[in-house]
C-alpha cells in the first residue's frame, strides 16, 4: 500500500463516545499532520509531529487528543464531542528539510467524515 | 482574519481554454505558496509550487504566477480538460513552515 491512509472513512458518534481516527503514511516522511475541514471554511491545521514529536497544538479543544507511536503512524482520540466538531479530518505528511521548516508538499489522506449527534 | 483569500468560490471555463484561479493574501512574512488539487471524496494533492525568490513556475500545463508586491498569485491551466475539474485550494507558508490555505475554488471545465 502507498501514500498516506486513513480509516475509517466515515464516522457517526454520539457526544458521550470515545473512538480514534488512524493515520497511516507509506512514504518515508518524518512530520504528519492533522487537519480539520469544516463546510465552507478553509482547512484548519490542528496538531503537528516531527519526528514523532508534537511541534505545534494549534489551540485544539482537549477533547481531541493525539497520539504519533512512530513516524509511520497517527491517532486522534476523540471523546466528548459537540455536533459543532462534525468536520471532515484529513491526516498528511511530507519530509521535513533540514532547514526545519516545512515547505515540502503535504501528501493528504483521504480523510475521516465525522458526524457527531 | 483570513490570511489567504480565493475570492471566488466557483469558475467555469470552455475546454481547451485557460482557466485562470486567483489567491490573495495579507501577511508580508509568508515565502512559499502551493496550490492543491481536491477531487470529491479525495484529499487534497500538490499541484505546484512556487517560492518568493520567483514570479513564475512552469509545470506542464500548469503554472503558478506570484506578484509579491500585490500580495497575489495565479495558477493558469491551459488547455484546460474537463479532468481538470476539481476544488483548488492555494496555501501558503512562512520560514516557520505551517501551511495557511485558502477556502479553495471549484473549477468546472465543460467539454
Known amino acids: 500500500e502507498t501514500g498516506v491512509t486513513q480509516t475509517p472513512r466515515h464516522l457517526v458518534m454520539g457526544m458521550t463516545n470515545k473512538k480514534s481516527l488512524k493515520c497511516e503514511q507509506h512514504?518515508?516522511?518524518?512530520?504528519m499532520y492533522w487537519y480539520k475541514q469544516s463546510a465552507k471554511k478553509p482547512l484548519e491545521l490542528m496538531f503537528v509531529?516531527?519526528?514523532?514529536?508534537?511541534?505545534e497544538n494549534n489551540s485544539v479543544p482537549s477533547r481531541f487528543s493525539p497520539e504519533c507511536p512512530n513516524s509511520s503512524h497517527l491517532f486522534l482520540h476523540l471523546h466528548t464531542l459537540q455536533p459543532e466538531d462534525s468536520a471532515l479530518y484529513l491526516c498528511?505528511?511530507?519530509?521535513?528539510?533540514?532547514?526545519?521548516?516545512?515547505?515540502?508538499?503535504?501528501?493528504f489522506g483521504n480523510g475521516t467524515r465525522l458526524t457527531v449527534t | 482574519d483570513q490570511q489567504v483569500k480565493q475570492n471566488s468560490p466557483s469558475l467555469s471555463v470552455q475546454e481547451g481554454r485557460i482557466s485562470i484561479l486567483n489567491c490573495d493574501y495579507t501577511?508580508?512574512?509568508?515565502?512559499?505558496f502551493l496550490w492543491y488539487k481536491k477531487y470529491p471524496a479525495e484529499g487534497p494533492t500538490f499541484l505546484i509550487s512556487?517560492?518568493?525568490?520567483?514570479d513564475k513556475n512552469e509545470d506542464g500545463r500548469f503554472t503558478v504566477f506570484l506578484n509579491k508586491s500585490a500580495k497575489h498569485l495565479s495558477l493558469h491551466i491551459v488547455p484546460s480538460q474537463p479532468g481538470d475539474s476539481a476544488v483548488y485550494f492555494c496555501?501558503?507558508?512562512?520560514?516557520?513552515?505551517?501551511?495557511?490555505f485558502g477556502d479553495g475554488t471549484t473549477l468546472t471545465v465543460k467539454p
Open positions: 512514504l518515508g516522511h518524518n512530520a
Open positions: 512556487i517560492s518568493s525568490i520567483k
Open positions: 498528511a505528511s511530507s519530509q521535513e528539510t533540514p532547514r526545519g521548516v516545512y515547505n515540502s508538499p503535504l501528501h
Open positions: 501577511n508580508s512574512m509568508f515565502d512559499y
Open positions: 496555501a501558503a507558508n512562512t520560514n516557520a513552515g505551517k501551511s495557511t
Open positions: 509531529y516531527s519526528l514523532e514529536e508534537r511541534v
